[in-house]
């Protein structure tokens, strides 16, 4: 069973950093890219950026919104995809979903982990 | 253009037809996902590949597609399927995904 869980959210202040993790499981990991969804409250979905496959060199693509703030990252001996959020603003506040990236589709969505930047 | 638009919300009768709909430059390339998503739970798709359903989706589901336009068709609508819409495909570049605004479904 394929499974993803988000982990690393929380209350940040402004401005500060943080790091989220996703733990994939029931699939090879290494062989599927991996995005980053997020959801401000009561707000719709909004695409954050991906991670190729390292047999596709491992290379990112992000939201042009987000100014080079986020970085993705994964580690495929530890079947985790990583996000690294810097400079937060309390417009990132957010739920944050990790996904299996299928060229086809987001196909498998964890349970979201949430991000509330405030002071 | 990297935006697809759709209706904030639509009202369906209980057992009647609904579709709902998605424009958006980049259908002319990418076939449109479609994605439900119910209060406080993650997105699951319903239909990818312009008309596949994952395993366990309701075969009243389906989805077509003709030129910037997408549709997912509800036919025969049910209680459950009361719950939030999103259409989603690559953008223009192919490099970046894109969602709609969202479609809330209301089953009267």
């Known amino acids: 069973e394929v499974q993803l869980v988000e982990s690393g959210g929380g209350l940040v202040q402004p401005g500060r950093s943080l790091r989220l993790s996703c733990t994939a499981s029931g699939f090879t990991f290494g062989h599927y890219a991996m995005s980053w969804i997020r959801q401000a409250p009561g707000k719709g979905l909004e695409w954050v950026g991906f991670i190729r496959s390292t047999t596709f060199g491992g290379t990112t693509e992000y939201a042009a919104s987000l100014k080079g703030r986020f970085t993705i990252s994964r580690d495929d001996s530890k079947n985790i995809a990583y996000l690294h959020m810097n400079s937060l603003k309390t417009e990132d506040t957010a739920v944050y979903y990790c996904?299996?990236?299928?060229?086809?589709?987001?196909?498998?969505w964890g349970q979201g982990t949430l991000v509330t930047v405030s002071s | 253009s990297s935006e697809l638009t759709q209706d904030p919300a639509v009202s369906v009768a209980l057992g009647q037809t609904v579709r709902i709909t998605c424009l958006g430059d980049s259908l002319r390339s990418y076939y449109a996902i479609w994605y439900q998503q119910k209060p406080g739970q993650a997105p699951v798709v319903v239909i990818y590949d312009k008309n596949k359903r994952p395993s366990g989706i309701p075969d009243r589901f389906s989805g077509s597609s003709s030129g910037n336009r997408a549709s997912l068709t509800i036919a025969g609508a049910q209680a459950e399927d009361e719950a939030d819409y999103y259409c989603?495909?690559?953008?223009?570049?192919?490099?970046?995904?894109?969602f709609g605004g969202g479609t809330k479904l209301t089953v009267l």
């Open positions: 996904t299996r990236d299928r060229l086809s589709s987001l196909d498998y």
């Open positions: 989603n495909s690559r953008d223009s570049s192919g490099n970046h995904w894109v």
